[in-house]
């Protein structure tokens, strides 16, 4: 009979999206069949400290309808070297960080599991921290070819008057201002005069040392799921439809007018191309396992315009990606069973490349 997997699912962490990564840990243990996974919950509080979550790992021996919707980051303190120990015991190992931002989904976590020689679901080291880095990312894609909307980074000590009036002389107004290394829209905000992105550039300084201003895209926003590893299958592409001035936190994970169109009303031609351009961004991008990517389409313009990448998208009821999947012939179980034995497989690939 073969091994157990034991998942190790870790969510919470220091960055300001530490909600966002609750509420999507608490929808991914409840699809985690039990017969199959033998589990454990790890939460990281706010200030760093490991939690050893008994708590939510009884409840969820109840049944997963027990837990709750957004799960807390208590319970007895531990380190990632016992659990590691224990869950290597019980027979083959997975974990699974749900953690979004930085020391999460930018490389950080991701070494520390390198370092202890487990599998992990999602991308490496290098393709967690280029794709979590817009402005080395952006970079990344211009060398490569693929089109995008036009930008400026700038980092904190070079962010004077004069510099952000470069940018608007660059891209002309309204423009966006997000910092580099944030997701979930936390810190981005619509800039239309000079004084406006002064203002927009204080406020995304308060996450990272580095900013990026982008022109504002009059298209539509396009949204593909990406899986696989050396090769990869794309979803139905999806479409969003604001309910605000643009997607913002709120319409992500607040509120529910936000229109989520899946499949998005393409021609088949049309989902060819954005299937096509999202598997190159992810290869670029040296991703593995999952990624949400994001376009925007000028129809009759410049085509689809790669915005971002996501190596650890939301997996919230109403998270694009899961949705994506689902409406693919893949459903929310069967796409966290394939995301672990992609896991697995990377795993032992990357051993043969390995003195271990």
């Not at 960055?15 to 919950?41: F, G, K, M, N, Q």
């Not at 002309?172 to 239309?192: C, H, Q």
């Not at 509120?255 to 031609?269: E, F, K, N, S, W």
């Not at 994001?294 to 996501?310: A, Q």
Request: glycine share 8%; charged share 20%; aromatic share 6%.
């Amino acid at each position: 009979m073969a091994a157990r997997t034991h998942v190790v699912v870790i969510y919470g962490g220091e960055s300001a999206e530490h909600d966002v990564s609750c509420v999507t840990a608490a929808h991914v243990l409840r699809a985690l069949d039990p017969a199959t996974y033998d589990i454990t919950a790890v939460g990281i509080t706010r200030e760093g400290k490991w939690m050893l979550a008994h708590d939510t790992m009884n409840a969820l021996a109840k049944g997963a309808s027990l837990l709750p919707e957004r799960l807390v980051t208590d319970g007895e303190p531990t380190s990632i070297t016992p659990i590691i120990e224990r869950a290597r015991n019980s027979g083959n190992l997975v974990m699974f960080p749900l953690m979004h931002g930085p020391l999460g989904e930018d490389g950080t976590i991701q070494g520390v599991f390198e370092l202890a020689n487990v599998p992990y679901v999602g991308a490496g080291v290098l393709g967690s921290a280029v794709s979590m880095d817009k402005a080395v990312a952006k970079q990344l894609l211009a060398a490569n070819g693929i089109p995008q909307p036009a930008y400026v980074s700038l980092r904190e000590q070079h962010v004077t008057r004069a510099a952000l009036q470069g940018a608007i002389d660059t891209l002309g107004l309204p423009v966006f201002v997000k910092p580099a290394n944030m997701g979930s829209s936390v810190g981005i905000s619509k800039a239309n005069s000079l004084d406006e992105l002064e203002t927009a550039a204080r406020v995304a300084l308060t996450y990272d040392e580095w900013i990026l201003i982008e022109e504002a895209v009059v298209g539509r926003e396009i949204e593909v799921a990406v899986l696989g590893n050396e090769t990869v299958r794309c979803s139905v592409p999806g479409e969003i439809v604001p309910s605000r001035e643009f997607y913002d936190y709120e319409d992500k994970y607040v509120g529910d007018g936000a229109q989520l169109i899946v499949p998005a009303l393409l021609d088949d031609d049309e989902v060819a191309a954005v299937q096509q351009l999202a598997s190159v961004v992810f290869h670029t991008l040296r991703v593995d396992g999952m990624a949400r990517v994001d376009f925007f389409y000028e129809k009759g313009g410049r085509g689809f315009l790669c915005n971002e990448i996501n190596t650890i998208p939301g997996f919230t009821p109403i998270s694009m990606y899961p949705k994506l999947w689902q409406a693919s012939g893949l459903s929310y179980s069967e796409l966290l069973d394939e995301l672990i034995a992609l896991a697995l497989a990377r795993h032992q690939r990357r051993r043969r490349n390995t003195s271990r």
